[in-house]
């Protein structure tokens, strides 16, 4: 109950004698929870919605290769363009020397996010950031 009232939501039980009870959970419409990709670098938390990640891989410094200014890294044959985080988000410490690809696909496009530690499949409520963040690139 905490939990739902914590995100402004409510919750309601409905008991009729040999019908049994309906329970209800009311959250806001600016609210909604995804299946995702919890992932770390350094001290930060990253979630990558699950419906996007196809696999994730290891990355070692032997494994990297660079075309015009890109990252790429050899996933099943096909060599694929990838980012680190860490480096976008400017978050300080070092990179470990086996870092995880979390491997994203959009359409037709293949993706990867270089993190320090793909921490597993979590439940992740989201809701829109509003006018400060809507400008920010990199964040959604």
């Known amino acids: 109950k ?4 914590a995100l402004r939501g409510s919750i309601t039980l ?6 049994g009870t309906t329970i209800r959970i009311t959250l806001p419409l600016t609210l909604a ?22 696999e994730c891989v290891e990355l070692t410094r032997q494994d990297v290769s660079r075309a015009n200014g890109n990252r790429l890294i050899p996933v099943r044959g096909e060599l694929v363009p990838y980012m680190r985080l860490r480096e976008w988000f400017a978050v300080d410490g070092e990179t470990p020397p086996i870092e995880q690809i979390a491997i994203v ?6 993706f990867g996010f ?20 809507q400008d920010v690139e990199g964040i959604s």
């Open 105 to 110: 696909t959009a359409g037709e496009l293949r």
């Open 2 to 5: 905490k939990s739902i009232t």
């Open 14 to 19: 409905d008991s009729q004698k040999g019908r």
């Open 114 to 133: 270089a993190v320090d530690n793909v921490i597993g499949q979590h439940q992740t409520v989201i809701k829109a950031l509003g006018n400060l963040y």
């Open 33 to 54: 929870i995804i299946e995702g990709l919890l992932v770390a670098v350094g001290d930060a938390s990253y979630v990558l919605p699950m419906s996007l990640v196809e």
